[in-house]
């Protein structure tokens, strides 16, 4: 069983930068493989980036490839997502996600991942 609980989330304003952190519970984050998701207001929720349990490889969705940075860090339990030049739609909340088996071409689907922080609210105003 793994706890995720995110934190970071605020409000921004456009082209601005934000980073929003994940931390896990239990021993064995390191063989965990760990996602972004984010859900905006009547929208489904979508990938944003997923990093394996090495760290590498990353994979990130086009709407923020060049912009979001996953990275962790396996001695804190935490995985990072740095966003920077925000977007007015990248306003959601944002969850993370773990799976320990998890092939590249499931990657951005959320129903492959087992575990669910609540989520972290992200406002970029325009």
């Known amino acids: 069983q793994v706890q995720l609980v995110e934190s970071g989330g605020g409000l921004v304003q456009a082209g601005g930068s934000l980073r929003v952190s994940c931390t896990a519970s239990?021993?064995?984050?390191?063989?965990?493989?760990m996602g972004w998701f984010r859900q905006a207001p009547g929208k489904e929720r979508e990938f944003v980036a997923t990093c394996a349990w090495t760290g590498y490889p990353t994979y990130y969705s086009d709407s923020v490839k060049g912009r979001f940075t996953i990275s962790r860090d396996n001695a804190k339990n935490t995985v990072y997502l740095q966003m920077n030049s925000l977007k007015p739609e990248d306003t959601a909340v944002y969850y993370c996600a773990a799976v320990r088996r998890l092939s590249e071409d499931m990657v951005r689907v959320p129903n492959r991942y087992d575990y669910w922080g609540q989520g972290t609210q992200v406002t970029v105003s325009s």
């Open positions: 239990g021993r064995t984050f390191s063989t965990y493989n």
